[in-house]
């Protein structure tokens, strides 16, 4: 591995989350090595990406294919081993056969026909897509997911569905200034999850958790964080 530049700020800034989320796990009785940090990468420079590689991170979220689908061209020559690409935007059917192209885990499956053609695209490339299904727990106009009342229907609608594999259940709750005010969704979410393990479907993951609330996620049970601005600071937003 090629030496970090001195006094890095990215690889301080890994090391800094990787160590809240140690104590956030801890806290918990939790083992730390039981929670994923996904980096999230929308807007962030190929350069910087690399860098944060060499800093150890493996996992990286995308939320734009287009972005993702050039970021991942760039960086695939390089055969870094180990990397995991998960799509964790909301998916137009229209661009599902290059999600199922680029990426391992697509966070944000929230309806059936979603699932279908994502189902379709997959067998056409042979391959069995890994999947989270994205559950809206607030009823904010701006977000994704289904309803949790859908979510029984889905589960067996995708179990009939054989190049897809459901891993686990994902959310993004109304943005709150105090990360305890987000607690009730993820509490929600890992009791869905809790609800459908007992009916027999074998979803191991939380995907939930964002800059703000990644400890609060991880106290409730999070396996995957999806952690951008702490990393690579602000984005800027588009006008
Ligand atoms: C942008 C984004 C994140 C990361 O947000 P930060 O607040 O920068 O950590 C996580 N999840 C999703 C779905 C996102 O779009």
Redesign the pocket.
Known sequence: MKAISSGSTLFEAVKTIYIRISRAALRAGRSPGEIRLIA?T?TVRTEAIVESIEAGLRDF?E?RIQEARDKILKIAPRGESGLAWHY??HLQKNKAATAVEFFDLI??IDSADLAAEVDRKARMRGKIQRILIQVKLSDEESKHGIPEEGLDALLEEIGRMKNLKAEGL?T?PPFFEMPEDARPYFRRLRLLREGALRRGYPLRELSMG???D?ETAIEEGATMV???????GE?KTGP
């Open positions: 999230v929308k979220g939320n964790i935007g966070h944000s994902m993004i964002m800059s703000n990644f999806r952690i951008g601005s702490c990393l690579f984005r």
